[in-house]
């Protein structure tokens, strides 16, 4: 019988169900994480978009963030979107006083880049490895203000102000988008990360 994989959703701040759908969507178990308990069954781990300033803070008070740091250094595939990505990178411009981050992802991410709520916008980017575009939702998102030698650039911003900007990337096991792919129901972001998870 084949394993199925779980992948998690870190459920304590954020926008968990549309991730939770899309992974159900694609066969997997999709499991809401609240505490090590339910990480510990994890094979995978979506960090949602959300205020990432609160997400680490609740995984403090909830004691997920060292297993979280943990299981991302030993190599547990991750996906990261919007504050997600924060959560991620190791290096962060314009954080709060004392932000705390996961860490693994060797880029320095420059938090709320594309500005406030109101600046909010979408479009469509070309994607590295991806066949189409991909429709692309930005929220007070964050972009990469520089990458290591280790980390492969997956989209920009095409046009506009930003034209150029670093929005998505890879690094070994770990996936960071500056956008929400869970939004508009497009599964390939996340079909990324499920191919990422051993199958031994």
Do not use: Y
């Not at 510990?40 to 297993?67: N, Q, W, Y």
């Not at 429709?135 to 506009?160: K, N, T």
Request: include cysteine; proline fraction near 5%; charge should be negative.
């Amino acid at each position: 019988m084949t394993h199925q994989p779980t992948v998690g959703v870190f459920a304590l701040q954020g926008d968990v169900r549309e991730h939770v759908h899309l992974l159900e969507g694609l066969g997997v178990r999709a499991l809401a994480v609240r505490r090590p308990s339910e990480l510990d069954h994890c094979d995978a781990l979506v960090l949602p978009g959300g205020e990432s300033t609160t997400m680490a803070k609740l995984a403090r008070i909830f004691e997920l963030d060292d297993p979280i740091r943990k299981r991302i250094a030993d190599g547990m595939p991750t996906l990261g979107t919007c504050a997600g990505m924060i959560l991620l990178a190791d290096r962060i411009e314009d954080g709060a006083s004392g932000q705390e981050t996961f860490g693994g992802l060797d880029v320095t991410v420059r938090r709320n880049a594309f500005g406030r709520q109101v600046d909010s916008f979408e479009g469509d980017l070309a994607f590295d490895g991806l066949d189409e575009p991909v429709h692309a939702v930005f929220i007070r998102a964050p972009w990469v203000e520089r990458v290591g030698d280790d980390v492969e650039v997956l989209a920009r911003v095409a046009d506009g102000e930003a034209a150029g900007r670093i929005v998505a990337v890879r690094q070994r096991h770990l996936l960071a988008t500056s956008f929400h792919p869970e939004v508009n129901g497009d599964p390939r972001v996340h079909r990324l990360l499920v191919d990422l998870i051993p199958t031994s």
